[in-house]
């Protein structure tokens, strides 16, 4: 089995930036695929970015060139750097392996 721990969300102005990082522990060799979801207070959780084991990445619409998903080198941390955040960011993020493995969530607060 595969643990998440996030790190690095927090409290930002709109235009500020944060990085977000995941690291995993366990077996890692199972990881196939990783990234982020977000939800805010009364939504659907939705997918903020993935990034395969080859390397390619996919967004969603939102994101519109804000945010990047990378990998470190070991494949054991994943980050999202956010820039350009708006109050509409305000979420808790969650990060994932292979969509069915979730971390307990970052907390990102965009005041306007």
């Known amino acids: 089995q595969v643990q998440l721990v996030e790190s690095g969300g927090g409290l930002v102005q709109a235009g500020g930036s944060l990085r977000l990082s995941c690291q995993t522990s366990g077996n890692i060799f199972d990881i196939k695929a990783m990234g982020w979801s977000r939800q805010a207070p009364g939504k659907q959780r939705e997918l903020v970015a993935t990034i395969s084991n080859f390397g390619s990445t996919n967004y969603g619409d939102f994101v519109k060139g804000r945010f990047t998903i990378s990998r470190d080198n070991a494949k054991t941390t994943v980050y999202l750097q956010m820039n350009s955040l708006k109050p509409e960011d305000t979420a808790v993020y969650y990060c994932?392996?292979?969509?069915?493995?979730w971390g307990q969530g970052t907390q990102v607060t965009v005041s306007s």
């Open positions: 994932s392996v292979n969509g069915v493995i």
